[in-house]
């Protein structure tokens, strides 16, 4: 899936629509819940270097939060990694060219349900 694909995907799936929050950059964007405004996703594009290879090939990765129990249930194998630049205990990065479609959609589904405000978690059964 490319940056695109995974924004259109977001936007059709969530209702939501990127933002660039940092000043002079405008290639790394951010998914945000419209209620609460916390990030599901933040795409940028970095070195597969950041990741253990022995390449500087620039590809979009996706940071996304994950809930404890799904930690280990996907390895490099997948195209997931610890997360870059972010709390490895609660974030993971995935790498747009490496991961299948059902693999990011459902990772993402998780991220968006575990930064949802907590009444709306409830109401759906989370």
């Given amino acids: 899936?490319?940056?695109?694909?995974?924004?259109?995907?977001?936007?059709d799936t969530?209702?939501?629509e990127p933002d660039c929050p940092f000043t002079e950059d405008f290639e790394t964007t951010v998914l945000r819940h419209r209620d609460n405004q916390k990030w599901y996703a933040l795409v940028m594009r970095l070195p597969r270097?950041?990741?253990?290879f022995d390449s500087m090939e620039c590809i979009h990765v996706v940071n996304l939060k994950l809930p404890t129990e799904l930690f280990g249930s996907f390895t490099?194998?997948?195209?997931v990694y610890p997360a870059y630049h972010m709390n490895k205990l609660h974030w993971i990065s995935v790498l747009l060219p490496d991961?299948?479609?059902?693999?990011?959609?459902?990772?993402?589904?998780?991220?968006f349900k575990a930064t949802q405000t907590k009444a709306k978690r409830k109401a759906?059964?989370?």
């Fill in 14 to 16: 969530y209702g939501t």
């Fill in 1 to 11: 899936m490319t940056k695109q694909d995974f924004l259109n995907y977001c936007r």
């Fill in 49 to 52: 270097s950041k990741f253990g």
């Fill in 76 to 79: 490099p194998a997948d195209g």
């Fill in 124 to 126: 759906s059964g989370k």
């Fill in 99 to 111: 991961v299948c479609d059902d693999t990011l959609q459902f990772l993402t589904h998780a991220s």
